[in-house]
């Protein structure tokens, strides 16, 4: 086989078009081919993030790109992260390091150095791997920050990267979109915009078929990719539009007669790793749901308070819908309830905050006897420890740290002792992942049925969340080697994006009369 050597970018009409698993899918079919691929993503803005082999951190979907391509996470692929704490403010981190707190208006002025960096990590992964997929941002049409463009066009003009855009057309007017974000492009720009690929498409192609014809007509371009909608593929979902209120977490429920537990993940404003709670949607005849009603959470079998970028913020949001009083019911009667890191936080008797909110002291849920103090130097590691003899592993990014505890530790590690707390059938921890530890879910999970009188409930028995991960890695690549035009991609790869002409000149009118 002729080698293959290049990158490319996946671009979209809009934030969770389905950039980052057309990512994972294509980096998936070019690894089982035998090419050397790395995933790359300049900048991310995500409070879903995992740590690396060195103790940086990376936004999560670049993490599960890594595995699609069978590689741990690396700083290098996703080399500037934001994570949001408010509507007008994000920490930076920079190479897997957190470098400070700015304001839009303030990231400008950071832009400049930025464009280096990620020019060099990307050269270097060119050099290293055979191909490099790319993701973009959000809309690669966001012609306001196009001066200052890091991840986009602005990527793919320093870099000379075909782009192929991404349409979900489950949002509706994917053709529309398609057209208007190509043609609101200046000419260079367009010019490197070589394809299409509509996402998440349901029923008879031969009905898409006409718009598709007439779309190339009035672009110039092929759309490679018709990707059909897959119940299936939910694990690791990164953009906070994927977990909603209301929506069940996992593929569609196993209805077998068995019993089953409920659980509510609570939805915060300003939820973190939300994946944490994937783990549990991976049991068959667990039912996992993104809620935000005080009675569900009540009704819930288990409820779970998710991480947060903003703990004291989220913890007024939580006592404003009276989430705090379906909590405290729920301890009160002995009914289980487990946060991690900062829902852990929340549930903390005592907090000070002068790092992340400046909000100083505050008084915690006060359903475990600990106090939180929030330390400007942030944890990022991994943990490998044990619950009761059972060992588990998973990783950490807090800066609250537990400063005084009158609680039993819910878990140990051998090389820093105690973490997290326990009280009854309250559960705190700060480390992600742990629930991914199979005898540890299992016993976990059995702990919850007891206390719920869910007889008969069983977990399943030898379910490995790594091995639901892969098998979602692999019908990713089947869906793409079986609906994209795998060939078209490599010649993209190889030649880069062809020549093609401006899309309004396509057209037979004049759209300035």
Not at 211 to 237: C, Q
Not at 355 to 383: C, N
Request: aromatic share 4%.
């Amino acid at each position: 086989m002729t080698r293959i050597r290049g990158a490319l970018l996946i671009g979209g009409t809009s934030s969770d078009a389905g950039k980052s698993l057309v990512v994972a899918g294509l980096c998936r079919a070019l690894s089982r081919r035998g090419i050397s691929v790395a995933p790359f993503k300049a900048q991310n803005m995500s409070n879903n993030s995992a740590v690396t082999l060195d103790g940086g951190e990376i936004g999560r979907a670049q993490a599960l790109q890594a595995a699609a391509c069978g590689l741990e996470p690396d700083t290098r692929f996703n080399p500037v992260l934001l994570k949001p704490g408010s509507d007008r403010r994000s920490q930076v981190v920079v190479r897997g390091r957190a470098v400070g707190d700015v304001g839009a208006q303030d990231y400008q002025t950071w832009r400049t150095r930025l464009a280096t960096l990620v020019a060099d990590e990307l050269s270097a992964l060119r050099a290293e791997f055979d191909v490099v997929i790319c993701e973009g941002a959000g809309s690669i049409a966001e012609i306001n920050l196009r001066a200052g463009d890091l991840a986009n066009l602005g990527l793919a003009r320093r870099a000379a990267l075909p782009v192929l855009v991404v349409a979900d057309i489950d949002r509706g007017g994917a053709l529309a979109g398609l057209f208007g974000t190509t043609a609101i492009l200046d000419p260079d720009d367009q010019a490197l915009v070589a394809g299409y690929v509509i996402n998440k498409f349901r029923g008879d192609p031969a009905i898409l078929a006409p718009g598709l014809d007439m779309l190339r007509e009035r672009t110039g371009r092929e759309t490679l990719g018709v990707i059909p909608f897959s119940p299936h593929v939910w694990i690791d979902a990164e953009d906070s539009l994927a977990s909603p209120v209301g929506r069940r977490v996992g593929a569609p429920a196993v209805h077998d007669g068995a019993p089953r537990l409920s659980v509510a993940a609570i939805r915060l404003p300003r939820v973190s790793n939300s994946t944490d709670v994937e783990a549990l949607a991976c049991e068959p005849h667990v039912d996992v749901h993104w809620v935000d009603d005080p009675a569900v959470v009540a009704a819930a079998d288990l409820a779970v308070l998710p991480g947060t970028r903003a703990t004291v913020d989220d913890l007024s949001w939580l006592r404003e819908r009276g989430l705090d009083r379906a909590l405290a019911g729920r301890a009160a009667q002995g009914r289980p309830v487990l946060g991690i890191c900062g829902g852990f936080q929340m549930l903390a008797r005592h907090i000070d905050d002068d790092v992340e909110s400046a909000a100083g002291a505050v008084d915690g849920l006060g359903l475990l006897d600990v106090r939180i103090t929030f330390h400007r130097d942030k944890t990022l590691r991994r943990f490998l420890g044990e619950a009761d003899g059972i060992p588990v592993r998973g990783y950490e990014i807090h800066h609250g740290q537990v400063t005084g505890s009158g609680e039993r530790p819910w878990l140990h590690e051998d090389l820093t002792g105690p973490e997290g707390a326990r009280r009854g059938a309250v559960y705190g921890t700060h480390c992600h992942g742990l629930l991914e530890s199979g005898e540890f879910r299992r016993a976990f999970l059995s702990e919850v049925a007891a206390a719920a009188g869910r007889t008969g409930f069983a977990p399943a028995p030898d379910l490995e969340v790594a091995a639901v991960r892969e098998a979602q890695l692999d019908l990713l690549a089947d869906l793409m080697e079986g609906n994209l035009d795998m060939s078209a991609v490599q010649r993209l790869l190889v030649a880069g994006a062809p020549a093609l002409p401006g899309v309004l000149s396509c057209l037979s009118w004049n759209p300035s009369t």
